[in-house]
């Protein structure tokens, strides 16, 4: 079996090609793991250093809207799942460009390399956000997509392509939409890293508004689990939600991060909301939970894990900040940080 895992230097693309080439899928021992990857700020080498020397592994660094490389590159593979995305809030407020190049147009253009190269399985790895935000209950797969910010609207533009190649060429496509991950090697602008890393420092964290907006969390692992599930026993055609089943607000999730440091409310400073900033995403996972999912990490226990390995793995995230500081010099806009 050939995989080909764009966006697979990232957060959760390398997690899965760890997972993949580390045997934690029965049945695919022997897969052949191409990634592609532009290595823009939130794509790392490092990610891929634990099977930088697996035999199964292959990478090529280049630009999913990239079409003559697509050409040459996607024949041959029987598998392609799409990670590659511009995917933080807050630098597509600042700019929604590259969102709309990467997102919209790079899901494209690898939908039309699939089909030219009669790939077996499609899969896209998309987000709750799409859907916007919900008050109570939760969603199923068949809400409208009402997207709120300019990176869930490129992402959902993303979707809607994946159901026009499936129904209007019949290519095999198969989306995944998940609440929100953690995990070890996840970019530090993100909030349980983003905090993490300012409470090793000693440094307080920055909270937006009254911190009462709702998310749902998952673990990485369990998220790629349930992509891989998609991968075997998925439906043409069909869209899957993947969920962790805890829900916590941000004051929820902050008081549990200043309890693993032994931390006061002081080290937390208020800063002014997010524009758009959706109140509560939930996600039904009922129809993937039919095809064998449940999440295995319990959050406490993930999450006291993470807060070790970003301990354990402090050279990983400095060079992180370093490169990110350098690279935001000049640029108008930048998260906020506090000391």
């Known amino acids: 079996m050939k995989v080909l895992v764009t966006g697979g230097a990232g957060f959760i693309g390398s997690h899965y090609v760890r997972s993949l080439l580390g045997r934690a899928y029965p049945g695919w021992e022997d897969v052949q793991v191409t990634v592609l990857d532009k290595l823009t700020y939130a794509g790392s080498l490092a990610n891929l250093a634990p099977v930088a020397d697996h035999r199964g592994l292959s990478f090529v660094r280049g630009d999913v809207t990239d079409a003559r490389l697509l050409a040459e590159l996607v024949p041959g593979h029987d598998v392609l799942v799409n990670f590659a995305a511009e995917s933080h809030v807050d630098r597509s407020i600042a700019g929604a460009g590259d969102f709309v190049t990467t997102n919209v147009l790079g899901t494209q253009r690898l939908l039309q390399a699939a089909l030219e190269a009669e790939v077996g399985t499609f899969v896209q790895v998309s987000t709750d956000e799409v859907y916007g935000s919900i008050a109570e209950g939760s969603w199923d797969e068949d809400e409208p997509l009402l997207p709120n910010s300019p990176y869930s609207a490129a992402k959902g533009a993303g979707d809607l392509f994946c159901r026009a190649y499936a129904r209007t060429y019949g290519l095999d496509v198969r989306i995944t939409r998940c609440s929100n991950n953690y995990g070890p090697y996840q970019y530090p602008e993100k909030i349980i890293p983003l905090f993490v890393t300012h409470l090793i420092d000693g440094r307080r964290v920055p909270l937006y508004g009254d911190g009462r907006n709702v998310r749902e969390w998952v673990h990485v692992d369990d998220h790629c689990r349930g992509i891989q599930l998609v991968v075997e026993k998925g439906c043409p055609g069909e869209v899957y939600n993947i969920g962790g089943g805890v ?93």
Do not use: C
């Open 247 to 339: 829900e916590l607000t941000n004051l929820e999730l902050t008081e549990r991060l200043l309890t693993a440091f032994g931390l006061g409310w002081d080290m937390v400073v208020r800063v002014p909301d997010r524009l758009g900033h959706d109140r509560r995403y939930s996600v039904d996972s009922s129809k993937i939970q039919a095809l064998g999912y449940a999440p295995y990490t319990e959050f406490d226990d993930g999450l006291a894990a993470v807060v070790r390995w970003y301990r354990d793995n402090q050279d990983w995230w400095r060079a992180i900040r370093r490169a990110g500081s350098a690279q935001e010099q000049g640029k108008p806009w930048t998260r906020p940080t506090f000391s």
